[in-house]
Antibody, heavy 122, light 110 residues
Framework: QVHLEESGGGVVQPGGSLRLSCAAS????????MHWVRQAPGKGLEWLSF????????FYADSVKGRFTISRDNSKNMLYLQMNSLRAEDAAVYYC???????????????WGQGTLVTVSS | QTVVTQEPSFSVSPGETVTLTCGLS?????????PSWYQQTPGQAPRTLIY???SRSSGVPDRFSGSILGNKAALTITGAQADDESDYYC??????????FGGGTKLTVL
């Protein structure tokens, strides 16, 4: 069965960096696009970034463009999110999510990890 | 900046039907936005309910349905149950790889 597991969260100072990882299993990772989504404490979900299964360019929300970088290693079934210049407002639970099968007329998240918590504090 | 709008909260009695909506701050939602819906209970990861306007995700009960109502996407729960009490989020696809979440609706069943 499909399983996504995030790791790498923790406490970081404002201005610091952190790299999140998402380990994928139970499916052919190299066939699926992947997203990062976050949820600040007590707030709603926010889409952050998408990376297709191939070498095409990634996409970012304006809130993280220029600071966060999504990448993937298909040989290791891993998705990453490099987060730089972290701010207090970046504190959140970060989820990786799989894009549903790339069938024409679909665009959605079909599987989610359990999330990893990032705290930004001095 | 496009804002996806949802009712902040909604209340329904057990067994009744409730319809939550997902709109745009400017313009109308159509199937071209591939609206999808997610359910989330506190402390848990989201669960996918509906995608591509009205397709149910695997294992989702048929009391959950999606549609376009007027200029908005809609999620209808027919015969609400106590364990439907959750936060519900819609997502619209804006093109060019960009997804936008609505602010979420907190559904109370009482």
């Amino acid at each position: 069965q499909v399983h996504l597991e995030e790791s790498g969260g923790g406490v970081v100072q404002p201005g610091g960096s952190l790299r999140l990882s998402c380990a994928a299993s139970g499916f052919t990772f190299s066939n699926f696009g992947m997203h990062w989504v976050r949820q600040a404490p007590g707030k709603g979900l926010e889409w952050l970034s998408f990376k297709e299964f191939d070498e095409s360019n990634p996409f970012y929300a304006d809130s993280v463009k220029g600071r966060f970088t999504i990448s993937r290693d298909n040989s290791k079934n891993m998705l990453y999110l490099q987060m730089n210049s972290l701010r207090a407002e970046d504190a959140a639970v970060y989820y990786c999510a799989r894009r549903g099968p790339a069938v024409a007329g679909t665009w959605y998240f079909d599987y989610w990890g359990q999330g990893t918590l990032v705290t930004v504090s001095s | 900046q496009t804002v996806v709008t949802q009712e902040p909260s909604f209340s329904v009695s057990p067994g009744e039907t409730v319809t939550l909506t997902c709109g745009l701050s400017s313009g109308s939602v159509s199937t071209n936005y591939y609206p999808s819906w997610y359910q989330q209970t506190p402390g848990q990861a989201p669960r996918t309910l509906i995608y591509s306007t009205n397709s149910r995700s695997s294992g989702v009960p048929d009391r959950f349905s999606g549609s376009i109502l007027g200029n908005k996407a809609a999620l209808t729960i027919t015969g609400a149950q106590a364990d439907d009490e959750s936060d519900y989020y819609c997502v619209l696809y804006m093109g060019s790889g960009i997804s936008v979440f609505g602010g979420g609706t907190k559904l109370t069943v009482l």
